[in-house]
Every structure is written in structure tokens, then in C-alpha cells.
């Protein structure tokens, strides 16, 4: 029996072609994603179907919050969810400094809500009889609602729309990262020879800051203090220090406070105030003790360093 022999040169494959026909399936795909983009740009995104029906406005907590509702509604229903213009939104508000920034999030089919950020009050400036609210950023808010707010005396009151000079600021400070039941407690803000930046309180407390380092923990640590039952009486709180914080009772005349605005060209960093014994402080120097003598009629430091006296005279 003769087995068959094959030759394989003469078996002829057919060679398939899928190059061409791939090209042309995604080359008509590509068109179809193109047309169905049109037809979005040109017609859908901007359609009644998605046209801003419902606006949802968070933020708005001052006396013109109704006007500033208004104007972001109305600027807000000539939108469409597929295309929000966040910048038309901010030009309707641009005109009052109170309002910080806006941003906007549609919610297909029909829904849109607005953020609203506020420059929140937090001082008055004061000088010859006039006064003018700024926030904490140094947007100055004229025509703002001042309401419980500490008063910080100038020279004379700023122009334009943000503050700028640096101990102005320091002191705004100041008032700014103070907790919000204590901010209403505050009289005036100021600094004083010796004792850098200081708060007066309403009935006669006097907070020392030293410099306007560490503002937050420094309010944090005088809250602590005044929270306590043996600081009752006191005086003056120290926090130049604030993990050392002093209260002391005796009751000392306030020292006079250095007029806030100095020349806005003159060199230094924001919240430098000329004060000797701050800025010991804030290097990590013990406070200067009081004299000899002296009488301790209120409670003596709060957590004293152990080489500190009990009882420290800003």
C-alpha cells in the first residue's frame, strides 16, 4: 500500500483581510460619536429639556441675603443643568465684598445648587467719628451689618477694598481667629508698648497676645483659663505663651494702645508690633516678673512654667 504524499507548496491558504474592513467600522463609529456630539453641543446642552428649574442656595446668612438670593436665582434660570456658567453667577454677585466666592453644581434634568462663601465680618475700624466694618481677610464690607463686633482705632479709615497695612491686619487678626461667643465679648483690639497685641474685653479684662503668632491657640488657651473657677477676678490673661497661660488679679491700669496704622511701607512682616516683652515670649523667654511687692488680690498663673513667677504684669 503507497501512502499518499501531500506537498504543501501546492495548498494554497486564502489570506484573510480584516485591515480594511476594521479601518472603515471605526472610521463610521468615530462619525457617529461626532454627529451625536454635535447634535449635544448644538441642541441638547442647551435645551429646554435640561433648562435650571430648581435652585438649591447654601452660604447666604447675612441681612442681604434676600437680595443676593435674588440675583443668583435669576442669573441661575438662564442656565441649563449640561451648561453652568459658575463666572456669570459670581459677576450677578460681584458688585457687594461680602460674598468671597460661588461655585455651582448642576443636577440633571433640572436642578442646580449654588455655594456660596461670605467674607464674615470681624472688626470695626474706627477713626474721627466713622467707622467701617472688615472682615478677616481685610475685605473691607462697607455698608456691612456691624452688630457685637471689637472695634480697632486707625488713623484714618482705608480706601479701596482690602486693607493693607500690616498692623491693621495683625490686629484684624486678632479678632478674626477669636472664637465666635468670645468675639462678641471683645471691646477693642490694640497694641500696647510691652505687651504687643491686646485684646480689652467687655468689663475690664485685658488679654495679652504678644505677636500674631498662633492666634487660634492662643484664644484657646485664654478660653481655657477663663473657664476655669480660680480665674475668676482676674484682670489680665497671658498667653504669649499659650501652653503656659497666666491669669493674674491684680487690677492694673490699660496701658496705652500704639496707634494701629503705621506707614504701609515701612519694612516687616504682617503682625510685627514693636514689643519687647512679646517678642521675648514668643522666643521662648519667661515673661518679666512683676516687682517685688506686689499685691496678688486674684488668682495666682494658670499652669505656670515651673521657673515662672505666679503672677506676670504685661
Do not use: C
Not at 457685637?148 to 478674626?176: E, F, M, Q
Not at 497676645?209 to 491657640?217: H, Q, T, V
Amino acid at each position: 500500500m503507497r501512502a499518499a504524499t501531500v506537498s504543501l507548496g501546492t495548498v494554497r491558504v486564502p489570506r484573510v483581510r480584516f485591515e480594511r474592513t476594521t479601518g472603515r467600522r471605526a472610521l463610521a463609529a468615530g462619525l457617529v460619536v461626532a454627529a451625536l456630539a454635535a447634535i449635544y453641543l448644538a441642541w441638547f446642552r442647551d435645551s429646554s429639556l435640561v433648562q435650571v428649574e430648581h435652585v438649591t442656595i447654601t452660604g447666604l446668612s447675612t441681612p442681604e441675603a434676600g437680595r443676593l438670593r435674588a440675583e443668583l436665582m435669576a442669573a441661575a434660570r438662564r442656565m441649563t443643568t449640561l451648561d453652568v456658567d459658575t463666572g456669570a453667577l459670581r459677576d450677578a454677585v460681584a458688585h457687594d465684598p461680602v460674598v468671597r466666592s460661588v461655585s455651582a453644581d448642576g443636577q440633571f434634568p433640572n436642578s442646580l445648587r449654588i455655594d456660596v462663601v461670605l467674607n464674615m465680618p470681624a472688626a470695626v475700624l474706627a477713626a474721627s467719628g466713622r467707622s467701617l466694618t472688615v472682615a478677616g481677610s481685610g475685605t473691607l464690607l462697607p455698608g456691612a451689618h456691624a452688630g457685637a463686633l471689637p472695634t480697632v482705632h486707625v488713623r484714618a479709615l482705608p480706601n479701596g477694598i482690602t486693607l493693607r497695612d500690616r498692623r491693621t491686619l495683625a490686629l484684624v487678626a486678632v479678632a478674626a481667629d477669636a472664637p465666635a461667643p468670645v468675639r462678641k465679648l471683645i471691646d477693642t483690639i490694640g497694641a500696647a508698648p510691652g505687651s504687643g497685641l491686646v485684646a480689652h474685653m467687655r468689663g475690664g479684662l485685658t488679654v495679652v497676645f504678644g505677636d500674631a503668632g498662633r492666634l487660634e491657640a492662643k484664644w484657646a488657651a485664654a478660653a481655657a483659663v477663663l473657664a476655669q473657677g480660680s480665674s475668676a477676678g482676674a484682670s489680665y490673661v497671658d498667653v504669649r505663651r499659650p501652653e503656659q497661660p497666666v491669669a493674674g488679679g491684680v487690677t492694673l491700669p490699660d496701658p496705652p494702645l500704639v496707634d494701629a496704622q503705621a506707614n504701609p511701607t515701612e519694612p516687616g512682616g504682617p503682625g510685627v508690633i514693636d514689643a519687647t516683652a512679646g517678642n521675648a515670649a514668643a522666643q521662648g523667654q519667661p515673661a518679666a516678673a512683676a516687682p517685688a511687692g506686689t499685691p496678688t488680690a486674684g488668682p495666682a498663673a494658670v499652669a505656670p512654667p515651673a521657673t515662672a513667677p505666679t503672677n506676670t504684669r504685661p
